[in-house]
């Protein structure tokens, strides 16, 4: 039987994860064994802002693709909160929420499995969060790639929607140090998928056809050799921040991001004795 975790425990701070039917305490000692984390997401009780800048300053540090939940005290007891409430966008928290019924495992589920409102920009403020998108000029043609996705199936026909060629689009992603933009057009695609197989109970097949695949096996085959899993695992495991490391992990292992100019960025998937960081 679920018992919910109360916000005045030891920690204030709760693991979510699969099959999302509870919160698991956590404390500052834990540490996530797979990179990235897939499907977890971190609730934090903002209590008082002196007695938590230690978990502050432990959340600011969390592995990426980790979605946090912030969640409000009652709006008579925020003025203990207040010195570090002002400072919650910094955590780039997924949502703040106010105390109430809807902190329940039901509802943060369903939140978590939400496709975001603005799918290209949301995905694009990510990026450039993690350090990858270094220019307002790249930020704004990766956008493009996602806002498109769900109507090109090859890059010269996206070219021709960005009103560019085919060899200039390529120079500009060569120049950033980034993925070729078909591999950009791989991922969106296959992000684009995920969202809709979180979302939805439509077959692996119908939102294959939707996004561009001929069929399920085909998309199926796709995210497994550059997501490392199948459309079961991305419905089991919810969020879409896991599946975007997934893909910069990919890609730094095949060589597609600059691993000299994004090295802080992309540290953590660095492996091998010439590429691990000291």
Known sequence: MFMPLEPASATRL?????PYDQFLPLDLDWRCDDLPPRGL??????????????????????????????????????????????FVNALYPRAVLPTGSI????YIKQILSLPPSNFPRT???????RGLLKTPEI??????????????????????????????????????GLPV??????????????????????????????????????????MKRLLGCRPTEVRECLGWEWV?????RHEVAAGGIDRVRFESAVRVYLTGPDLSPE
């Open 139 to 176: 930020r704004k043609e990766v956008e493009q790639i996602f806002r498109l996705v769900p109507s090109v199936c090859s890059i010269s026909a996206l070219a021709r929607r960005m009103c560019t060629s085919r060899r200039t689009l390529g120079r500009h992603f060569a120049a950033a």
């Open 41 to 86: 997401a971190i609730i934090w009780w903002l209590v008082d802002g002196h007695e938590q800048q230690d978990q502050f300053g432990w959340l600011a540090d969390r592995p990426y693709g980790v979605p946090l939940f912030i969640i409000l005290p009652p709006a008579t007891e925020l003025g203990r909160a207040m010195p570090l409430l002002r």
């Open 244 to 248: 975007v490391e997934s893909w910069i």
């Open 123 to 129: 995905v694009g403020a990510y990026l450039e969060h």
């Open 181 to 222: 933009p078909s591999h950009w057009l791989q991922f969106a695609r296959l992000l684009y998928a995920s969202i809709h197989l979180q979302a939805e109970r439509a077959t692996v097949f119908r939102i294959a056809a939707r996004v561009g695949y001929p069929d399920g096996f085909t998309m199926s085959n796709q």
């Open 14 to 18: 709760a693991l979510f994860a699969p």
């Open 103 to 106: 902190v329940a495992p039901r």
